[in-house]
């Protein structure tokens, strides 16, 4: 493949009748094509290239303008063309888009196809590869399922993909409540010290969608309290974290938030 920018325009001088000269329209004209598989191939600095003299092209470029004009030069001596193999690579998808769900609504998770795609290009190219992002796209306010095309983004001309767009579906669905009943964990105590806290659960309320909400159970959450927080303050009372392992669950509220704790030495 060529891996260098040859112009992609040149300009001629040419010689011919008033009449023929001006009925050409020098801003409508076919493209000149050139047939590269008829010049040699050579190194230089350790590139393959074609060198084509524009001089050679002065019969295309007469087919081009009708032969009713002669040429008299072209605006380029040379057009050069650096060649390269052409590489191939699987690198995964980056999704580049912002979908934010409703208030009182969940995003369910995004399906993406392919998640993964062929990129050929110049190897020096593809080295720097090791992923390929589409166009951003921003979704707000989402209460529904949509599905849409996003086209692959690619940081050279000389570098292309299969396919050249994915397919993207997202769903957001609407929140339930619940609550749950967690027990408290008491973090980093001593090997020579034993911790209680009261009351020793939290009531965590919670939200999570409609096709999850029945897989909820106590080892979605954490509920704890650290013995750093003794050691460092002597407190009344602990302050109590509450975390979820779900990214589909959301923490409403809980409680209590502190509680009392008793120490007893082993």
Do not use: C
Not at 99 to 112: D, E, F, G, R
Not at 191 to 201: F, G, H, I, L
Not at 210 to 224: P, R, T, Y
Request: hydrophobic share 40%.
């Amino acid at each position: 493949m060529i891996v260098n920018s040859p112009p992609d325009h040149i300009q001629v001088r040419v010689e011919g009748d008033g009449f023929n000269l001006l009925s050409i329209d020098k801003d409508v004209q076919d493209p000149l094509i050139i047939n590269t598989s008829s010049y040699p191939i050579y190194v230089k600095s350790g590139q393959e290239k074609i060198s084509i003299n524009t001089r050679n092209l002065n019969k295309e470029l007469s087919n081009d303008l009708g032969r009713i004009v002669s040429i008299l030069g072209a605006s380029h001596d040379s057009i050069q063309l650096v060649l390269e193999d052409v590489a191939q690579k699987f690198v995964p998808v980056k999704l580049e888009v912002n979908i934010q769900p409703a208030n009182h609504h969940a995003l369910k998770p995004i399906i993406v196809e392919p998640d993964s795609i062929m990129i050929y290009g110049p190897d020096h190219l593809l080295e720097e590869i090791d992923q390929v992002a589409t166009a951003q796209k921003e979704i707000l306010d989402l209460k529904e399922r949509i599905s849409f095309d996003l086209p692959l983004a690619l940081s050279s001309g000389k570098l292309r993909v299969e396919p050249q767009y994915i397919h993207v579906e997202a769903e957001a669905e609407q929140l339930t409540e619940g609550e749950m009943s967690i027990a408290i964990k008491v973090e980093n105590v001593p090997d020579s010290v034993a911790v209680s806290v009261y009351p020793s659960n939290v009531k965590v309320k919670y939200a999570a969608g409609l096709s999850v909400f029945d897989q909820i159970n106590i080892h979605n959450f954490s509920a704890v309290v650290d013995y750093k927080d003794i050691a460092k303050d002597s407190p009344i009372k602990l302050h109590v974290s509450i975390e979820s392992a779900a990214t589909n669950v959301e923490v409403i509220d809980f409680e209590p938030t502190r509680v009392e704790y008793i120490i007893r030495r082993k």
